[in-house]
């Protein structure tokens, strides 16, 4: 990898590691990643020992598995050469990584707007794996998908696609705008239906909205009220699925959930693939100033990712 594109990290441990690896060779654009090339970027660190480098293949190599249509990295059959594919796995994984990144052009120069619509699309591709006959529709933003502003009349445009009857919007109160759920997944009927939120904070926060969920799912016209979810392009550790409290689609699920050619078949995947190559090329520019970008720290012990082995 360049020398100098990036900070080394400070500690190299778990899964931070495979963060940095990933992160170095896509911003990077290195194809091939030797093991010992790894060991060699910490000459005037702290390197990483044996251990560190096996659990960082032996992630990459889980990762691969779990996901092998979108996620773009494995390992030589030797298991001495990181790799990284070229095409559209890599283009899906990259964007997915720039709305991720705290240091990403995006957040500072007025792209918010345009990074969660890209997000919405991802997400909403993975909404419809979630059950059998999942359908699903981007509702947090008026005038996408044909939402209408208001949500007075939101909701009962929402009703309509699912296929049931709205409820008493009594209770909703005028103006209202942010239904606090970005992402609904649903049968026809209403057969089924989960609330999805989505957030690009590094936080993880994403503010409770206008309305509350249960009170949403009585507007609906729901007997009960769908489950929720949680959707975020980070790739989480089993400490962060604990805290959120609730099932979180995170970067490695929602690779898993949408295949790359199910993304690059639809009319929105021109402009979010050209979004991710000019949030990397101006991340790269930063970089290269004096002023480094640095990745996560590294310094906490390692920590095991579990949600989505086998």
């Given at each position: 990898m360049p020398a100098g594109l990036l900070d080394l990290p400070t500690r190299s441990e778990g899964?931070?590691?495979?963060?940095?690896?990933?992160?170095?060779?896509?911003?990077?654009?290195?194809?091939?990643?030797?093991r010992i090339a790894i060991v060699d970027e910490f000459a005037t660190a702290d390197p990483?020992?044996?251990?560190?480098v096996e659990f960082a293949v032996a992630e990459i190599r889980r990762r691969a598995a779990v996901a092998p249509e979108s996620y773009p990295f494995s390992t030589a059959e030797d298991e001495q050469v990181i790799l990284l594919a070229r095409g559209g796995r890599r283009e899906a994984y990259e964007l997915l990584v720039m709305l991720s990144r705290p240091d990403a052009p995006w957040r500072s120069n007025g792209r918010h707007v345009e990074a969660e619509a890209h997000f919405s699309v991802i997400v909403e591709q993975a909404a419809r794996s979630l059950f059998v006959g999942a359908r699903?529709?981007?509702?947090?933003?008026?005038?996408?998908?044909?939402?209408?502003?208001?949500?007075?009349e939101a909701i009962p445009w929402l009703a309509r696609q699912i296929g049931v009857d709205h409820g008493d919007l009594g209770a909703l109160s005028e103006g209202a705008l942010d239904p606090g759920v970005d992402v609904v997944a649903f049968t026809g009927g209403g057969g089924h239906a989960e609330f999805i939120r989505t957030t690009l904070d590094v936080s993880r926060h994403r503010p409770r909205?206008?309305?509350?969920?249960?009170?949403?799912?009585?507007?609906?016209?729901?007997?009960?009220?769908?489950?929720?979810?949680?959707?975020?392009?980070?790739?989480?550790?089993?400490?962060?699925?604990?805290?959120?409290?609730?099932?979180?689609?995170?970067?490695?699920?929602?690779?898993?959930?949408?295949?790359?050619?199910?993304?690059?078949?639809?009319?929105?995947?021109?402009?979010?693939?050209?979004?991710?190559?000019?949030?990397?090329e101006e991340l790269v520019r930063r970089m290269s100033a004096p002023a480094t970008g640095t990745l996560p720290d590294l310094s906490r012990k390692p920590r095991r990712n579990r949600f989505l082995e086998d």
């Open positions: 899964l931070e590691l495979v963060d940095w690896i990933e992160q170095s060779m896509l911003l990077g654009a290195v194809d091939e990643q030797p990483p020992d044996d251990s560190d699903a529709v981007r509702f947090s933003r008026p005038n996408v998908d044909g939402r209408p502003e208001q949500l007075r909205g206008d309305v509350a969920r249960d009170a949403l799912a009585q507007m609906l016209g729901f007997t009960t009220t769908p489950s929720a979810r949680l959707a975020v392009p980070f790739a989480l550790v089993a400490e962060e699925f604990a805290r959120l409290g609730l099932a979180t689609l995170d970067r490695i699920a929602l690779c898993r959930c949408v295949p790359a050619r199910q993304l690059a078949s639809l009319g929105a995947w021109t402009p979010m693939r050209e979004f991710a190559r000019s949030e990397r």
